[in-house]
């Protein structure tokens, strides 16, 4: 009798878990697409402007998904290849999560996504919410610029619309809807009359998600139809008066798509030329600086929440201008850290800058101190936790060994290698969210692998222990035992990204790296619990019968 109550109560324990699998990642991915900034409600003020323009206007073309390689490649972008010789360039370095929300945020903000306020996924149309955080195009309406946008038709609801003066939106991300922003741009570039303009050109990207990645031919033909397009933006330009940016907002793996931390989503190129632009190969970038530097050519503010510098080496500046910057920044980087204090409700920071130094780092690593010290304090209860969870069933696991429960335990290894061969090296994923296409790509996708896995493994660990010639009671036994070790060896990243992250996204963004992994892990849990309490059942009709 008491046999059976430990069956059922196994079966029970099942349900649970796929019920809380269910529930717990459902309820991460929904708190990382509701993330807002901790200056959310509380935005650091902007300061006055900098002044005297360097620039007639600012041309920032954005070339969706643009990868390094793909940029340097002469024969592929001929026309960028003659505009970086004449040109500032440089690598930009981002950060994750490398989607384009995010991306477009950080440069119009100048924060890193974590405080930038911008989505932190690439929500529906219908659900993008407006930017909170002073940008370029709120610093120079409050200037009196003229500003203008063509392009992808999220746009229209990042940008505060009150701050842009004239736009073209679409919905098309291909090669013929890059044909119609740049048609729609070619009055507002000969008409010279807006300071700003955004020009955005998606036919990359679409490549890169829709037409086999950047390792298809398809690929470098979409970024030659876009430099051709960029050629064609430039040469309505006066280049001695007139400054060009070319950059994108992320990369792509090979295999296509990004949002991940692999290295080569993390990097983008970045020239730019014309009035004000002292010409050269200069040292790798971030993509923060960006926004700072937009500023500095349009004579704007600082937008005030940026964590960036402008790039004052590849500007044409006298002392005194780059005096009057670093002072600038000085001052914009003390409302940021007094606003991210205030919004953390943390003790005032006092914050020594020595005359002539880069105020920039001082401030940041400020401001770094004080997330790091409320996530440790976070993390340390948390840590324990996880660590008492994983400790705990390996010592009743050790304590009870034997010779079925090591074929048990070999099953639930087996499992994990025959799930991990299939989704790393058969489906060449990735282990980051550069590989979810959609939530119904991972979950369908984790769900059949897991499924597939799970029955090699079972029927392994059942033929090795002889369970279908033995009683129904054993063979349903061993089973749910084999279950429940393969759910405790899910449960070790699960607790890892517990212990770093917590249950849900709240204040700050999460180590997207051991996140994803607790996911993936929780998905494939739904499916073992689930699967595990048919093959049990089948396990005990096969020894029955």
């Excluded at 505060?160 to 073209?168: C, G, K, L, N, R």
């Excluded at 060009?244 to 993390?266: A, F, K, M, T």
């Excluded at 000085?330 to 850290?337: G, T």
């Amino acid at each position: 009798m008491n046999k059976v109550r430990w069956i059922v109560l196994g079966v029970i324990a099942c349900l649970i878990v796929a019920a809380g699998a269910y529930l717990w990642a459902s309820s991460l991915m929904d708190s990382l697409y509701a993330y807002r900034s901790p200056l959310h409600n509380s935005p650091p003020p902007a300061g006055a402007p900098l002044g005297q323009p360097l620039t007639r206007r600012v041309v920032f073309v954005l070339i969706d998904a643009l990868r390094v390689d793909t940029a340097l490649k002469p024969e592929v972008m001929p026309f960028l290849h003659t505009l970086r010789a004449r040109g500032a360039w440089a690598t930009v370095h981002s950060r994750a999560p490398s989607y384009s929300d995010p991306g477009y945020s950080v440069l119009m903000i100048g924060a890193w996504p974590d405080l930038s306020d911008g989505p932190a996924m690439n929500a529906p149309y219908e659900d993008t919410l407006p930017w909170t955080q002073d940008n370029l195009f709120t610093a120079a309406h409050r200037a009196g610029l003229k500003t203008a946008v063509s392009g992808y038709y999220w746009f229209e609801k990042l940008i505060p619309q009150e701050a842009v003066d004239a736009h073209f939106y679409t919905a098309g991300e291909d090669a013929a809807a890059d044909r119609a922003v740049v048609d729609a741009a070619r009055p507002w570039l000969e008409g010279g009359h807006y300071a700003f303009m955004l020009i955005h050109l998606d036919q990359v990207d679409y490549a890169g998600h829709h037409e086999g990645g950047p390792r298809d031919p398809r690929w470098d033909a979409a970024a030659r139809r876009a430099d051709e397009l960029l050629r064609e933006i430039v040469s309505s330009l006066d280049l001695a008066r007139d400054t060009v940016i070319v950059i994108s907002d992320h990369g792509q793996i090979d295999r296509g798509g990004h949002g991940g931390e692999e290295p080569i989503v993390l990097i983008e190129p970045f020239v730019m030329a014309g009035a004000g632009v002292r010409a050269g190969k200069y040292p790798d970038i971030q993509q923060v600086d960006i926004a700072p530097t937009v500023a500095v050519l349009l004579g704007t503010n600082l937008p005030a929440s940026s964590q960036g510098r402008p790039l004052v080496e590849m500007l044409d500046l006298s002392e005194a201008q780059k005096d009057a910057i670093r002072k600038a920044l000085s001052l914009q980087q003390a409302l940021l850290l007094d606003a991210y204090l205030s919004a953390l409700a943390a003790r005032p920071a006092n914050v020594h800058v020595e005359p002539g130094h880069d105020p920039l780092g001082a401030y940041q690593a400020m401001l770094q101190q004080v997330r790091e010290s409320r996530l440790k304090r976070e993390r340390l209860p948390r840590f324990v936790l996880a660590a008492a969870l994983a400790l705990i069933p390996a010592l009743i696991l050790f304590r009870k060994r034997s010779r079925d429960l090591v074929w048990m335990l070999g099953g639930a290894l087996l499992y994990m290698l025959l799930f991990h061969f299939g989704y790393a090296v058969l489906a060449g994923r990735t282990y980051s969210l550069s590989s979810v296409a959609s939530a119904d790509d991972i979950i369908l996708f984790t769900a059949g692998a897991a499924a597939v896995s799970l029955i090699m493994a079972w029927l392994a660990t059942s033929l090795g222990l002889g369970l279908f010639r033995s009683t129904s009671r054993r063979a349903a036994e061993g089973s749910l035992a084999m279950v429940f070790i393969t759910l405790y060896l899910l449960a070790l990243p699960i607790l890892w990204s517990f212990a770093l992250n917590g249950v849900l996204i709240t204040w700050t963004l999460p180590d997207f790296g051991s996140m994803f992994l607790g996911f993936l892990s929780t998905l494939q849990s739904l499916i073992v619990a689930a699967l595990g309490l048919l093959l049990t059942g089948l396990a005990a009709l096969v020894a029955r019968f």
